[in-house]
């Protein structure tokens, strides 16, 4: 059975990834992961405050001449929680080291200067560059087209200071998130992954404090991610990855059926460790020979809009017929 996959021109034994997260913040779980198989892994992301405090830290050390004021610069991110630019680096060079390609993450919002440490990133030995553009436009008067041009601009500040790939990790949260893919892949993304879940932010009336945080994610979740690369998959000339929602080996089929070239999971293995790797990859194996396939090459896009007749499914018609089953199903007698 042939699990070889091509994900942003480089060659993967299979299209399991481990998305950014914590799971692959230590050199040992990363190794971890490539014993049990992995294809690739994505390493937390780096923050663009993270490098800016850095670089005003070091500004200010060299200024005042001591090394030892670290207490005044004021963190955002806590530097034991979190892995910072230096560190980062040499966590690349480790992980290098591990057999499977390592793709380091920069996470931010603005076209500064900070893009250059993809640069950086790029001679540590990553194989490939995740650009997380997590950008909240709070000002209300702030165009949809404004709004969108600031991730094809900080695209191409990147891409013009790296030659390994470079993969755009987006939200759902375009008006027209198709064309934006387009935009993206006519700017020189090399993949798009769908789709980085946003904060849970939310107002807690007991204690009047505002809470942000993370849940991990659920299956049903999946389903926007899923749609989107099956009527992006043979339309655009990017690579596409899948992030949201696996949790068995049936979600990462149902995602290569898509059209994802590879299924990234980060809440499952936080959930049951990195053996779940394992199990996923097992279970796909099974799967496959279950429906006799032979290849994940053979399974990619079957159920891409381009290329399948239940294309309407994604669309109005699926809707539709949606909608009468369910008021079928849940109808009050
Ligand atoms: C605790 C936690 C930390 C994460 N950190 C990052 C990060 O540093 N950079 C990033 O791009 N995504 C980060 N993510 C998002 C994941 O990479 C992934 O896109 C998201 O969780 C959806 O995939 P999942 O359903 O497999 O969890 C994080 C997710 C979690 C749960």
Not at 20 to 47: H, N, Y
Not at 89 to 104: F, H, K, T
Not at 111 to 138: C, F, H, K, V
């Amino acid at each position: 059975m042939n699990l070889d996959t091509s994900y942003l021109g480089l060659k993967l034994r299979n299209p399991l990834v481990a998305s950014a997260g914590p799971m692959t913040q230590t050199i040992d779980r990363i190794e971890w992961l490539a014993d049990v198989g992995i294809g690739a892994v994505v390493l937390p992301s780096l923050f663009e405050e993270q490098i800016r405090a850095e670089a005003d830290r070091d500004e200010r050390l060299a200024e005042a001449g001591i090394d030892s004021f670290a207490e005044a610069t004021t963190y955002i991110l806590d530097p034991d929680s979190s892995v910072w630019p230096r560190r980062y680096l040499g966590l690349i060079e480790r992980a290098a080291g591990s057999g499977v390609p390592v793709i380091a993450s920069l996470n931010g919002s603005t076209t500064g200067g900070w893009t250059d440490y993809a640069r950086a990133m790029q001679d540590s030995g990553a194989a490939a560059i995740e650009l997380n553009i997590y950008y909240l436009p709070g000002d209300i008067l702030i165009s949809g087209r404004d709004a969108e041009q600031r991730y094809v601009d900080i695209l191409t500040t990147v891409k013009a200071v790296v030659s390994v790939p470079v993969a755009v990790k987006l939200a759902p949260y375009f008006s027209s998130l198709g064309e934006m893919a387009v935009r993206l892949d006519r700017a020189g993304a090399d993949g798009l992954v769908l789709f980085n879940r946003f904060m849970q932010t939310d107002i807690n009336p007991d204690t009047l404090t505002i809470s942000t945080g993370f849940k991990l994610s659920s299956p049903a979740e999946a389903t926007l991610a899923r749609s989107w690369i099956a009527r992006l998959r043979g339309r655009v000339g990017t690579s596409l990855a899948a992030s949201t929602g696996v949790e068995t080996a049936d979600d990462v089929a149902a995602y290569l059926l898509a059209g994802a070239d590879v299924v990234m999971t980060t809440s499952s293995l936080l959930r049951h460790g990195p053996t779940h790797a394992a199990v996923l990859l097992d279970g796909l194996k099974a799967w496959m020979e279950r429906k006799g396939f032979g290849s994940t090459d053979e399974i990619r896009g079957m159920f891409a809009a381009a290329a399948n007749a239940r294309q309407s499914d994604f669309g109005r018609v699926g809707y539709l017929r949606a909608i009468e089953r369910a008021t079928r199903t849940y109808a009050p007698q």
